[in-house]
């Protein structure tokens, strides 16, 4: 298969806020086109249904063949389901765009459950459905492959990163990271070599910390922890967590870390503690790097946030740049990556490599759902 493709990538992130859609046209290797995004909330029943499934996911023996037939899980897949066809709907309507003008979707689903130690990862989506109620033919399991070969399974978006750079002719050596749920950072050195691995919690902590003490689903623009004081003695605790220090590649699950060490502060210094563990983590990620960068790309939900970017700043040596001051979103990064994987996909291109999950070769992934035609 050669020649351009046009794809909708999909992504629903451990932050659980809801669906990203994004258009991008690609032949897999460059970056032709960037098309529209869209952002489909969940509620927050949805939300419920889909931690409830989350908490299910956790205290289940994952080794069981049947945990994910439990009405807990079915529930959420169907929540996660629903939510996906709405969004492809939205994007394709407010567009005035038909569904012969999409050639694939990139379905990542919405993941309860990253175990690699266990070579486990869950996402849920019923990714069949998805393709016969939209007529596009649907990629989806993108991590598997390379879960069975050996790798973290995670992150999955550094191949789509180094396009992004390339496309924008960035000095080389840069980071770009996704400070999503979890953070994910990708460091491309001059010849094109990358070194990807989860760095710790991004946004979860401190939107689960807002939400209890608020009932806010965040921290809008960091004004809570810009109000506060960062407990040292407790940070100093949290940043004792072995995994930040270990060498890649690795990942993690959004159930590794929680808030309990911060649960006697206020809203505001827990906010600045939790926003400065984030800012933290990444600083000691650097020093996993094969040679420094002189320029920090930052995406995902924590690009909005300039409490989290200053503190950043004061930690890590180089520039830190927010994503959309270079023309790339800042919250659609990771849709438009599946989307470009997808195409990547079909074409049994690489998604991911020894330097991203640790897989021993170069591998290529996905599963393709092809409409039933009824």
């Known amino acids: 298969m050669s020649g351009l493709l046009t794809a909708i990538g999909m992504m629903s992130g451990t932050s659980m806020d809801g669906v990203d859609a994004a258009i991008i046209e690609t032949d897999g290797e460059t970056i032709n086109a960037l098309g529209p995004t869209r952002f489909r909330d969940y509620s927050v029943p949805e939300r419920d249904v889909i931690s409830a499934a989350m908490d299910y996911a956790t205290q289940s023996d994952p080794a069981?063949?049947?945990?994910?037939?439990n009405p807990v899980i079915l529930d959420a897949t169907k929540t996660v389901t629903c939510a996906h066809l709405e969004a492809i709907e939205s994007i394709l309507q407010e567009n005035n765009l038909n569904r012969s003008n999409i050639d694939l979707i990139g379905f990542h689903g919405q993941t309860i459950l990253h175990r690699p130690d266990l070579s486990?990862?869950?996402?849920?989506?019923?990714?069949?459905?998805?393709?016969?109620?939209?007529g596009i033919r649907t990629v989806y399991d993108m991590r598997q492959a390379d879960m069975a070969a050996g790798g973290q399974g995670a992150p999955l978006a550094p191949v789509y990163h180094r396009a992004l750079v390339e496309s924008a002719h960035f000095r080389k050596p840069v980071a770009v990271?996704?400070?999503g749920g979890i953070t994910n950072v990708t460091w491309i050195g001059e010849d094109d070599a990358m070194k990807a691995f989860d760095t710790g919690p991004g946004n979860v902590l401190l939107d689960e910390w807002m939400k209890a003490k608020?009932?806010?689903?965040?921290?809008?623009?960091?004004?809570?922890?810009?109000r506060g004081k960062a407990n040292t003695p407790i940070l100093n605790l949290l940043l004792e967590n072995p995994y930040y220090s270990q060498d890649p590649p690795k990942s993690v699950d959004r159930q590794d870390f929680s808030t309990?060490?911060?649960d006697g502060l206020s809203t505001e210094d827990g906010a600045a503690t939790l926003t400065s563990l984030t800012a933290a983590s990444i600083a000691i990620a650097a020093d996993l790097f094969p040679d420094p960068v002189e320029d920090w790309i930052v995406t995902g939900g924590g690009a909005l946030n300039p409490t989290l970017l200053a503190e950043m700043q004061k930690r890590l040596a180089g520039n830190v740049i927010a994503a959309p001051a270079i023309g790339w979103s800042d919250t659609f990064i990771e849709a438009q990556a599946f989307g470009y994987m997808a195409v990547r996909s079909v074409k049994g291109l690489p998604?991911?490599?020894?330097?991203?999950t640790g897989v021993p070769t170069p591998l290529t992934g996905g599963v393709v759902a092809t409409p039933v035609r009824r």
């Open 177 to 179: 990271l996704n400070i």
């Open 120 to 134: 486990i990862t869950v996402q849920l989506g019923d990714a069949q459905d998805i393709a016969d109620k939209s």
């Open 351 to 356: 998604l991911t490599f020894p330097g991203t």
């Open 64 to 69: 069981k063949n049947n945990w994910r037939d």
């Open 214 to 226: 608020t009932g806010l689903a965040m921290d809008l623009d960091g004004a809570a922890a810009k």
């Open 260 to 262: 309990n060490a911060v």
